[in-house]
Structures are given as structure tokens and as C-alpha cells.
T-cell receptor
Framework: DVKVTQSSRYLVKRTGEKVFLECVQD?????MFWYRQDPGLGLRLIYF???????EKGDIPEGYSVSREKKERFSLILESASTNQTSMYLC??????????????FGPGTRLTVL | DAKTTQPPSMDCAEGRAANLPCNHS???????VYWYRQIHSQGPQYIIH???NNETNEMASLIITEDRKSSTLILPHATLRDTAVYYC???????????????FGKGTKLSVKP
């Protein structure tokens, strides 16, 4: 079974703290994504990576950074957490396109609360 | 912005077929229709996708109209575990600048009732 795991299901942090969200996939996928999901707004793309050490900004990268040192691991970093970053964070992965279409595999999500 | 329109909610009796509609009137010729679902407190799960032909897999069937402006996801025998939010997404087959990220709309909340 393909698997995407996230380091925590629930996380509570204080304003100004540096927060690390980890995502690991065991499918040898090239592409990895970080989304946040908020009521009424759906999923919004924060950052994605299509290879080790490569990263691209998504639609809402402000306040976030990412790291991809190994193929299987994609980390989302909140340099200084703020209350408006309270959200559900979802990681996903997909293999590199090979002339066709690919489904995205999602992790279970991390519900982050910033106080 | 999502390029699809779905009803916000639907009910279905357990054991009956659930038919979830989706309008995508501005779909382009190279865009596929994808369906995902999200069960409460879990990440989205891929269900099925198609271009212009009807598709079927172990989870569902996808019926796409001939003009491709709308589609219907069919769960043939809905169970209580199918209660979830169902998202219809259109996306090009080739990864462009966003490398294939998905744009989720608000979806349809399907409630399967005993």
C-alpha cells in the first residue's frame, strides 16, 4: 500500500515559535506538495517540489518555507508562527509525469493550532 | 478558482446508488476530470478520473457527457463509510508551472443514511 505520513496529527504552538511539519512518502515519488485547508476556502497550495533540493512557490507561500534534502521527505517550516496560520496542513505526493496523468496521494493531515 | 460547480450537499440511502453531479462548462480539450473524496479528519483520497470516455473502477463509475461540460460520479451501492465530501476537479494532463497541483472547490457533502 502506498503511504504518505505526516509527523503529527495535532499540534499546538505559540505565536512566534518556529514550527516544523514533516512529511514522508514511501513510494519513491518525485513530486511532493504542501497544502493548507480552511473552512470555506478549500485546499490551497503553499509550496511544491519536483525533485530533491528543488522547490517552487504555490499560491500562498508567504510566512512559510520548505526543505527537501531527501527524495522521500518534504518539510514545511513556519519561521515565526502566527494565529492566522492555524489550519489543517496536508502533504501529498505523486510520481513524475510520464506522458499521462497521475493521482495525488495525501497524508492524513496535521491540524495546527497557533495560540 | 475552481473551474467546477457542485451541489453543496446530497443525501443517499444506504445500499442505493449515489449520483453526484458536476458542471465544468469551461473545460478545455486537454483537461481531465478528477474525483477525490475526503472523509472527516482525513486527507483527500483519489477515486477516479477520465477525459471523455466513461470510466469504471472498483470504487465508482464516472459518466462524462458528450460535450464534456458535465459529469456524474456514481457510487453503485453507497455505504455509511462513503459519507464524505466529494470533490470534482478539472486539470490538464501535463504538469505545467504548478507541477500538477490540484485546485479543490467546496465539493459536495454526501451523507449516506441507514
Amino acid at each position: 500500500d502506498v503511504k504518505v505520513t505526516q509527523s503529527s496529527r495535532y499540534l499546538v504552538k505559540r505565536t512566534g515559535e518556529k514550527v516544523f511539519l514533516e512529511c514522508v512518502q514511501d513510494m519513491d515519488h518525485e513530486n511532493m506538495f504542501w497544502y493548507r485547508q480552511d473552512p470555506g476556502l478549500g485546499l490551497r497550495l503553499i509550496y511544491f517540489s519536483y525533485d530533491v533540493k528543488m522547490k517552487e512557490k504555490g499560491d500562498i507561500p508567504e510566512g512559510y518555507s520548505v526543505s527537501r534534502e531527501k527524495k522521500e521527505r518534504f518539510s514545511l517550516i513556519l519561521e515565526s508562527a502566527s494565529t492566522n496560520q492555524t489550519s489543517m496542513y496536508l502533504c501529498a505526493s505523486t510520481p513524475a509525469l510520464a506522458g499521462g496523468v497521475n493521482e495525488q496521494f495525501f497524508g492524513p493531515g496535521t491540524r495546527l493550532t497557533v495560540l | 478558482d475552481a473551474k467546477t460547480t457542485q451541489p453543496p450537499s446530497m443525501d443517499c440511502a444506504e445500499g442505493r446508488a449515489a449520483n453526484l453531479p458536476c458542471n465544468h462548462s469551461t473545460i478545455s480539450g486537454n483537461e481531465y476530470v478528477y474525483w477525490y473524496r475526503q472523509i472527516h479528519s482525513q486527507g483527500p483520497q483519489y477515486i477516479i478520473h477520465g477525459l471523455k470516455n466513461n470510466e469504471t473502477n472498483e470504487m465508482a463509475s464516472l459518466i462524462i457527457t458528450e460535450d464534456r461540460k458535465s459529469s456524474t460520479l456514481i457510487l453503485p451501492h453507497a455505504t455509511l463509510r462513503d459519507t464524505a465530501v466529494y470533490y470534482c476537479i478539472v486539470r490538464v494532463s501535463n504538469y505545467g508551472g504548478s507541477q500538477g497541483n490540484l485546485i479543490f472547490g467546496k465539493g459536495t457533502k454526501l451523507s449516506v443514511k441507514p
